[in-house]
Structure formats: C-alpha cells, structure tokens
C-alpha cells in the first residue's frame, strides 16, 4: 500500500500526559498537512510543510502542539500537556507540488483524552 | 467564521435516486473545490474536483455543478446506490490548505 500512513491509528491518554503521532506521506510527495476533526465537523487545517520548512500554522495549533519533519520526509505532532478538548481525530495528507492540490488523506489517528 | 456552508446536514435517498448536496463560499480567493467520502473510521478520499473556469464536470456517476457568481457548488450523485452510504464533504482551496464544510451524512436505502 502506497497511500498515506499514520501511527498509531488510536491513542488513549490521560490529562497531562504528552503524545506523539507519526505521518508518513505518499512517496515524493513533497506537501504534507495536518488536519484535525471533531465528531460531527469537517478536518481543519492546522499546519503544512513545504519539505522539511513548515510554512503555515493555525491559530487552532496552540503553543502545546509542535510538528516536525525532519529530512522532508514523515512528520510527527506532539501535542504536551494534553487536555480533554484535544479528543479528535487527527489526519494527515500529503500532496505533490503547487499545481497539484489533490490532497490524499491517511486514515488518521484518533486521539482520546481522559 | 465558517468560510464553507454545506447543506443538508443529512440526507435519505432511496436506491437508484439523485442525491444532492449543496456547499456555499464565501472566500473569492478560493480556486480550487474537491469532493470528499469518508467512511466510518477512515480517512477522507477525494472523489471529485472542479476549478473555477468550467461550470460542471462529471466522472462516472458523480457530477460537480459550479456556479462562480452565486459563490455556489453542488455534488449529485446519480442512480444512488447502498454503498454510497457515508459522509460527503465539500471544501474549498487556496494554494495550499483546504477549508471544509460540516459534512452530510448520506444514506441510501433498499
């Protein structure tokens, strides 16, 4: 399977506690996003990578959250400190260059805060 | 501020019937709006997309109907069937990120 990948697909924390999430985009995608959805509601945007440079942050990606991508290659979102209002499904796609908005979504990782 | 309206919120089709969803801009830097099916526990796939310049573009039994003064889409799904059962989101692009409507649950019944 060549499509986007995310780990883990679901995570249980406690209040407090940091979590990490890991991306790993369609090969030479060089665009990788993330998106954050709540029951009920759309994916919001919440940042982007142009390769390795993040280029875009939300207002909604507090100063608890951090992405990476090291290399321009997978990504991972950490999220410090986690509260109950974090519980949402987190997703991650990938897109080629500026011509091609296609976006392609992994599967997501839900995220569940106790 | 929702930039992207979508209508309805959930929708009950019969089997072989049109179904219809609307999606409102407000945004005219938007240039770019895709069609989205999720699943249940699964990430959304695209099943669709239209740029401005054209007013209707069609693939399969799936139709984009555009109209760019009204700052209004529409997704009809033709010959509707059980398996299309899931929730449809509209969104609207710019560059780079994509703006999402709330979605619409669709369900297609026997």
């Known amino acids: 399977d060549t499509g986007v990948s995310q780990n883990p697909r679901h995570k249980i924390t406690k209040r407090g506690q940091n979590v990490t999430f890991r991306c790993d985009p369609i090969?030479?995608?060089?665009?990788l996003y993330w998106y954050r959805q709540t029951l009920g509601q759309g994916p919001e945007f919440l940042t982007y990578?142009?390769?390795?440079?993040?280029?875009?942050k939300s207002r909604l990606l507090s100063d608890r959250f951090s992405a990476e991508r090291p290399k321009g290659s997978f990504s991972t979102l950490e999220i410090q400190r986690t509260e109950q209002g974090d519980s949402a499904m987190y997703l991650c796609?990938?897109?080629?260059?500026?011509?091609?908005?296609?976006?392609?979504f992994g599967p997501g990782t839900r995220l569940l805060v106790l | 501020q929702q930039q992207v309206k979508q209508s309805p919120q959930s929708l009950i089709v019969q089997k072989g019937g049109i179904s219809i969803i609307n999606c409102a801009y407000e945004?005219?830097?938007?240039?770019?709006f895709p069609w989205y099916q999720q699943f249940p526990g699964k990430g959304p796939a695209l099943l669709i997309a239209?740029?401005?310049?054209?007013s209707e573009k069609k693939e399969g039994r799936f139709t984009i109907s555009f109209n760019k003064s009204a700052k209004q889409f529409s997704l009809h799904i033709m010959d509707s069937q059980p398996g299309d059962s899931a929730t449809y989101f509209c969104?609207?692009?710019?560059?780079?990120?994509?703006?999402f409507g709330t979605g619409t649950q669709l369900k297609v019944e026997l």
């Open positions: 945004n005219t830097a938007f240039d770019y």
């Open positions: 990578f142009q390769n390795e440079a993040q280029l875009e």
């Open positions: 239209i740029r401005p310049d054209v």
């Open positions: 969104a609207a692009g710019s560059a780079y990120k994509l703006t």
């Open positions: 796609a990938s897109s080629l260059d500026s011509r091609q908005e296609t976006q392609y």
């Open positions: 090969s030479e995608h060089n665009r």
